[in-house]
């Protein structure tokens, strides 16, 4: 009899994962999942074969359904790019994910600093699934991995360093759009209205000074 269980209880477990997968929402996905375990950080694989490697923080977090079940959606601005060049914010989703080649990552609440690697189908403004993310607060060593991998991808000093400042707690420095914005409403550039007026006023004073010169040049004759 107990031999018999033996036997029998394989099959049981075969139809019990089947009725589980059939009546819980995105449990086929969850199944399939990266086997093994995702890797705590980036593998030198990983690195070589993205495009774009870079450290940001994420300044727009939001739910969106996703293969039938619930997600989360990241926006993250780029502090220091480690391979590659891009001057936008980036969007990735879905997240929390593990593909069945362990890509994806954790998910990215506003706030959160994150060492993102992407494929170059990326396309700016737009949500991309071909990525690997990882939490920056969740890495073993934060600062030894971004050395490992700036070794990996070639980076500069200049970008190891910024980066290195970044995860040490830097504050994330605005937007090229931001700093534009900022001037507009401060008031600073040549395109504000005060830089504006004074410009008028200098060309007025030279127009006057010109007209009056002219007039005397004539009265003397």
Do not use: H
Not at 60 to 79: F, H, L, W
Not at 83 to 107: F, H, Q, Y
């Amino acid at each position: 009899m107990r031999m018999s269980l033996y036997r029998i209880y394989p099959l049981l477990l075969a139809c019990g994962l089947a009725v589980v997968m059939v009546l819980i929402p995105g449990s086929e996905r969850l199944v399939s999942a990266c086997t093994g375990g995702r890797p705590p950080e980036p593998t030198s694989q990983g690195i070589l074969r993205r495009d774009l490697v870079f450290v940001g923080e994420v300044i727009a977090e939001r739910s969106i359904e996703y293969g039938g079940y619930k997600t989360y959606e990241s926006t993250i601005r780029i502090v220091s790019t480690l391979k590659g060049t891009a001057d936008v914010d980036v969007i990735i989703s879905p997240l929390p994910s593990a593909e069945p080649d362990c890509t994806g990552g954790p998910r990215l609440p506003r706030g959160a600093r994150a060492l993102v690697l992407l494929e170059s189908s990326y396309r700016p403004g737009t949500p991309i699934s071909g990525f690997d993310a990882y939490n920056l607060a969740q890495l073993p060593s934060a600062q030894d991995t971004i050395r490992r991998v700036a070794a990996i991808t070639n980076a500069t000093e200049q970008q190891l360093a910024r980066a290195l400042l970044f995860v040490g707690g830097e504050p994330t420095p605005p937007s090229s759009q931001d700093v534009e914005s900022q001037s507009r409403e401060t008031g600073d550039g040549w395109e504000s209205p005060l830089a504006i007026g004074l410009a008028i006023g200098a060309g007025l004073a030279v127009a006057a000074v010109a007209f009056f010169g002219v007039r005397r040049l004539r009265a003397g004759r």
